[in-house]
């Protein structure tokens, strides 16, 4: 068998699951905070401030990547929850639940710092906005995946619901993208892009790609750890949790383990 | 700075609301390590040889 295929059916056993994301949890968490560190500082000490809004554009280098990534997390659970649905892979279920949080913290900073901006550049904290509308329909889509997640007991069929909300929602992602397009909007249209053609000045534009890079890697961080939470959660009372909760990881099994996850695929 | 404290609450939020996503999972993880210890501990003392984990109970002679 090769390797990678290898690999990835080992995956899909749970004690080799939490050995893993145990592993390269903090690995990613370590280099979002170094990429972001550099971020933050070009975005907040070496950018020069914008001539129109001034030092306020700077709230755009935290905004922009959290948008980025609301869209894209949701793209991404809607991803792991069909591929779940359709080969009753356990894994792919508890990764499609682990985005639901973390795709809701970025909305959320992305609506709460769209609104500190907007009162000094538009005078309103709020608007009714195409795209801060549909952008707060994005944030009650995630707290309904995350509702129906815990509301159901059975954890696969919790996740199955959940899955088929976040798979019908992504009818919403295209509508967010294009808001600024199909309707008269006060958000501004696209400024960055990055296949070029960017309307920002390129001396501004590393310290946004680097925040961009940072919070891709910290989503991984937070991905691997709540999917390894929940992933424990689902195995309590299996021996491996067992002796992993008195100190002695489980070694050695990854063969019998692997063998597992067969078992886990079935409906 | 211009719009100082624009730029300050924006900041705190985008720190808050990570710090929260980092601190959750851990909780989750030392919440469910810390059940299945307890439920560890709880099947030993059901399993005790010496059956010490009866209640006593004294009999009428």
């Known amino acids: ?188 249209g696209q400024t960055i892009s990055l296949m070029g053609g960017s309307k920002m000045d390129d001396s501004m534009l590393p310290p946004l790609f680097a925040m961009i890079v940072a919070t891709k890697l910290w989503f991984i961080g937070s991905l691997l750890a709540r999917a390894r939470a929940d992933n424990l959660r689902r195995e309590a009372g299996k021996d491996w949790v067992l002796r992993l909760s008195q100190g002695t990881p489980s070694q050695g099994r990854q063969s019998k383990d692997t063998l597992t996850q067969v078992k886990d695929r079935a409906p | 700075m211009s719009y100082q404290n624009y730029v300050i609450a924006a900041y705190a939020v985008f720190f808050v609301v990570l710090a929260w996503d980092f601190v959750a999972p851990r909780i989750g993880i030392a919440r469910e390590l810390r059940a299945a210890k307890l439920r560890a501990a709880r099947k030993q003392a059901r399993t005790a040889p010496d059956g010490s984990n009866e209640l006593s109970r004294q009999t009428a002679e």
């Open chain 1, 1 to 188: 068998m090769h390797p990678l295929v290898r690999w990835f059916h080992q995956l899909g056993s749970p004690p080799y699951f939490d050995r893993f994301a145990a592993r390269w949890a903090p690995v990613s968490y370590v280099l979002a905070l170094v990429v972001m560190a550099y971020g933050l500082w070009a975005a907040l000490f070496q950018v020069p401030a914008d001539y129109q809004q001034g030092d306020s554009f700077r709230i755009l280098y935290i905004h922009v990547p959290s948008a980025w990534m609301s869209l894209f997390v949701f793209g991404l659970m809607a991803f792991y929850a069909a591929i779940a649905l359709i080969w009753r892979i356990k894994l792919c279920e508890i990764l499609a639940m682990a985005c639901a949080a973390p795709g809701a913290a970025f909305t959320l900073i992305t609506l709460a710092t769209g609104s500190i901006w907007g009162k000094p550049m538009w005078g309103t904290w709020w608007d009714w906005d195409p795209r801060l509308t549909t952008e707060l329909i994005l944030l009650f889509l995630y707290f309904g995946v995350i509702g129906l997640y815990n509301a159901i007991e059975d954890r696969r069929a919790a996740a199955r619901a959940a899955g088929l909300l976040a798979i019908v929602g992504v009818a919403l992602l295209p509508v967010i993208r294009y808001s600024v397009v199909w309707w008269n909007s006060l958000h501004q």
